[in-house]
């Protein structure tokens, strides 16, 4: 089973960045996939951002420009670095990493961004 443990949300004001980091931990998997999600209050969760082996990204509409998934070289930790931040983009964050076996889901952060 993976255990997965997400870091990086908080407040920030328009325009500011933040790095949101999920580190996944466990024996026995190979992680083909990971991304990130957010849900906003009274909204349904929306894909943010995926990244697959061969590191193909896929982005939603509202974030191409200003957001940038990537993972680190063991490709069990998936970064969301978000620059020029909109209080649109105000939701709980949630981290997704699919094995062959199964899908895993984080604990979610939040981020406000707000002046």
């Known amino acids: 089973q993976v255990q997965l443990v997400e870091s990086g949300g908080g407040l920030v004001q328009p325009g500011g960045s933040l790095r949101l980091s999920c580190a996944a931990s466990?024996?026995?998997?190979?992680?083909?996939?990971m991304g990130w999600y957010r849900q906003a209050p009274g909204q349904t969760r929306e894909l943010v951002a995926t990244i697959i082996r061969g590191d193909s990204t896929s982005y939603a509409d509202s974030v191409k420009g200003r957001f940038t998934i990537s993972r680190n070289n063991a490709w069990n930790t998936v970064y969301l670095q978000m620059n020029s931040l909109k209080p649109e983009d105000t939701a709980v964050y949630y981290c997704?990493?699919?094995?062959?076996?199964?899908?895993?889901w984080g604990q979610g952060t939040r981020v406000t961004v707000s002046s």
């Open positions: 466990g024996s026995g998997f190979i992680i083909f996939k």
């Open positions: 997704n990493v699919q094995t062959p076996r199964n899908e895993n």
